[in-house]
């Protein structure tokens, strides 16, 4: 028969949703900080944009950022727009 050492296991358990509630904090910190940007003009939804690209190594942005650029000039999106057609102008 298997044996379980339980307050091993509860110790375990404790610690774990101890760490939960500092995260639900933090979170709730993070969002405060993010309402504080809002308040001052900046757009939160572009900050989050920086905020994840500089947990990216700048190589690997540097290439995810010339793959997306790649793609997008494949699909042509921007060809048919007034900024599109000056940037091809300015390309001949």
Same mark, same amino acid.
């Not at 509630?21 to 405060?32: F, L, M, P, T, V």
């Given at each position: 028969?298997?044996?379980?050492?339980?307050?091993?296991?509860?110790?375990? =358990? %404790?610690?774990?949703? +101890?760490?939960?509630?500092? &995260?639900?904090?933090?979170?709730?910190? #993070?969002? *405060?900080? $993010?309402?504080?940007?809002?308040?001052?003009?900046?757009?939160?939804?572009?900050?989050?944009? =920086? %905020?994840?690209?500089? +947990?990216?190594?700048?190589? &690997?942005?540097?290439?995810?950022?010339? #793959?997306? *650029?790649? $793609?997008?000039?494949?699909?042509?999106?921007?060809?048919?727009?007034?900024?599109?057609?000056?940037?091809?102008?300015?390309?001949?």
């Amino acid at each position: 028969m298997l044996s379980v050492d339980g307050g091993r296991l509860r110790d375990f =358990i %404790v610690r774990i949703e +101890r760490l939960n509630e500092e &995260k639900a904090a933090i979170g709730d910190d #993070i969002k *405060d900080v $993010y309402g504080e940007v809002k308040s001052v003009g900046f757009d939160p939804k572009i900050v989050r944009k =920086i %905020v994840a690209l500089r +947990r990216v190594d700048k190589n &690997k942005r540097d290439e995810e950022a010339e #793959i997306l *650029d790649l $793609y997008l000039n494949a699909l042509g999106d921007f060809m048919d727009t007034p900024l599109g057609e000056a940037a091809s102008r300015d390309d001949e």
